[in-house]
């Protein structure tokens, strides 16, 4: 049975989710963009040749400035330790996404890893969201 | 060393580092008069991250960096525990191990 203390409130849980989707799209764009410097070229390229050969940078870096402000935000309402598991289930978007969009391939036992990822988290988000934090009540 | 070898050492750098990193962007809601401080100390171990995580990219698909950067779930409720004081349950800590262990099944077979 739910706590009082177990409840997310939907302030938390719409940031969480909004951390899990905003992860999912740096990871995949991110490695779709890395995908289309050859590794030899890359190392020798500046931050603004790379920008300019591939756009798709600009998109993530976009994305990641999002994912921090909205970090920053779910921070102040939640413990670390309960927040961070919480957005593992971005390996279950990820490795589906992976799959979908970039052709990858997938064993089942990582199908039973996904499975022991979405437990843990059932398991984190039953363990109460916050301990004492008087002074970020109201942020 | 190996491309494989080298893109998990790479990987494995990034988590440890992200680790810290969100443990200050923690700590800056914590102590409030130096918020600036912690915020900007956090982003720039957010950054280094970045740094290594894209070198990792070159050598590892997707599909096995992302799960073993997934570690840094662990480091960083490790380190809120130990550093922030954060109160970590039994039950919390078992979600934990299941999320690592359900990651190491994700990476092994990869």
């Known amino acids: 049975m739910l706590t009082a203390r177990s409840r997310i409130p939907i302030r938390l849980f719409l940031g969480l989710a909004l951390a899990i989707v905003l992860d999912t799209g740096v990871q995949l764009l991110w490695k779709t ?3 289309s410097v050859p590794p030899a070229a890359s190392m ?11 756009p798709l940078f600009i998109v993530v870096g976009a994305l990641m400035i999002a994912q921090l402000l909205n970090w920053l935000k779910v921070l102040a309402h939640a413990d670390l330790s309960y927040a961070k598991p ?5 390996y279950v978007t990820v490795s589906v996404g992976s799959v979908i969009l ?9 199908v039973a890893g996904i499975v022991m990822v979405i437990a843990g988290v059932w398991l984190v988000s039953r363990s109460g969201h916050a301990g004492a934090q008087p002074e970020m009540a109201d942020r | 060393m190996s491309e494989i070898a080298l893109g998990t050492l790479l990987v494995t750098m990034s988590t440890l580092v992200e680790g810290m990193g969100q443990t200050l962007l923690k700590k800056s809601w914590l102590d409030l008069r130096r918020r600036a401080l912690w915020v900007t100390l956090g982003v720039a171990l957010l950054l280094l991250d970045i740094v290594f995580y894209s070198g990792a990219l070159w050598f590892l698909p997707v599909s096995t960096a992302f799960p073993i950067s997934g570690l840094s779930f662990a480091v960083a409720v490790v380190f809120s525990w130990w550093l922030l004081s954060e109160t970590v349950t039994p039950t919390r800590w078992a979600g934990v191990i299941l999320i690592v262990g359900g990651a190491s099944l994700v990476v092994a077979f990869s």
């Open chain 1, 44 to 54: 020798t390229l500046t931050v603004e040749t790379a920008i300019l050969q591939q």
């Open chain 1, 102 to 110: 970039l052709g990858e391939s997938i064993h089942l036992l990582q």
């Open chain 1, 33 to 35: 963009a890395v995908d």
């Open chain 1, 86 to 90: 919480i957005t593992s289930l971005s």
